[in-house]
């Protein structure tokens, strides 16, 4: 038995994204790539689930003619981990809530995209994972992966974690088979850019319930997320979706940890209470700031230290009004 000498290291994995001019169509091109530096990935393999007929009456065992692979039902998922700064948030904001301008809103009267296969909506990219293969004939080669979109995001800053710098995950799907390929990348660009933005620069944070009661704040984190499932299958060769469709609701949560004081006492009514409250997050000026109109709060104390902290977890909605918003994010 001879078992290959070569391998792959993890450090010498690249990986570049690319706006689609149409959804799920490769053009080939070395140029106008962006170089993302992520702090973790995933990388998402060529596969398709197993499914398996219905056993036969008298036999115990399965047989080859019972299994195929799905190829035709197959979603690629793959998650990015990136440090916080403006250029790396506004790349998650564009592909998962489509939002582009100052600020990043999900807005109560949000509709999902135009995403059938070939269409040209600027909402979907594709994305090459360098040096991810070798290839038998002693070469290396990519895992490229066209029509991808951001189903969901995690943001977050602590003062325990990271030197308290920004981190975003971004969740990642595409309903196309990966392919591997020798494309040249050729001048890319990069993000992040710049520092990642740091909790200790925070000067903004309070849970407005008809008063601002400003908090000390340890860490906090914004989750949204959204069901986007692939459509059918438009042919048995490459297996390509009709596109994709939404098909549930946006679910937006998250959490804080703060020092329990008096302004916190102020707050507990909310645990269990009938109104809303507006949560501000950030730096006023020149920085990231977090505005979350309509939260619902509930609150656990924390005794694991020196002194008492409040764990305040929520889930963020819209007022019933056109102009109301899930939340809102600036980078400015």
């Not at 009514?269 to 700031?289: H, P, R």
Request: charged share 20%.
């Amino acid at each position: 038995m001879a078992i290959a000498p070569d391998y792959l290291a993890t450090n010498d994995i690249n990986i570049y994204w690319k706006d689609e001019a149409t959804l799920g169509v490769d053009e080939a091109v070395a140029t106008g790539w962006t170089h993302i530096r992520p702090t973790s990935f995933t990388i998402p393999e060529v596969h398709g689930d197993i499914e398996e007929s219905a056993l036969q009456a008298g036999r115990l065992t399965q047989n080859i003619k019972n299994v195929v692979h799905r190829n035709d039902t197959a979603v690629k998922t793959f998650d990015l981990t990136l440090k916080g700064d403006a250029t790396a948030i506004d790349w998650v904001m564009k592909y998962c809530i489509e939002s582009t301008a100052e600020p990043k809103i999900l807005p109560y009267y949000y509709n999902f995209p135009d995403m059938k296969d070939g269409s040209a909506n600027g909402n979907s990219f594709k994305i090459l994972f360098q040096n991810s293969a070798y290839h038998p004939s002693g070469y290396s080669e990519h895992i490229e992966l066209v029509g991808c979109i951001i189903t969901g995001f995690t943001i977050g800053q602590s003062i325990d974690a990271e030197n308290g710098e920004c981190v975003i995950t971004a969740n990642c799907m595409s309903g196309y088979k990966p392919e591997y390929i020798t494309q040249t990348i050729t001048s890319p660009t990069a993000i992040p850019t710049t520092a990642p933005y740091n909790i200790k620069d925070n000067d903004t944070f309070n849970i407005n319930d008809g008063t601002a009661e400003d908090l000390m704040i340890y860490s906090w984190e914004l989750t949204a997320s959204r069901p986007v499932e692939r459509i059918g299958c438009k042919d048995y060769t490459d297996f390509k979706p009709f596109g994709y469709a939404m098909t549930g609701a946006w679910e937006v949560s998250g959490s804080l940890v703060v020092k329990r004081d008096s302004e916190v006492q102020s707050l507990v009514a909310q645990f269990n209470g009938t109104d809303s409250c507006d949560i501000n997050i950030g730096k006023a000026s020149s920085g990231l700031l977090i505005d979350i109109p309509t939260a619902y709060l509930n609150g656990e104390i924390d005794t694991g230290g020196s002194f008492l902290k409040q764990n305040i977890s929520f889930k963020a909605y819209t007022a019933d009004v056109l102009n109301g918003n899930v939340f809102a994010i600036t980078t400015g």
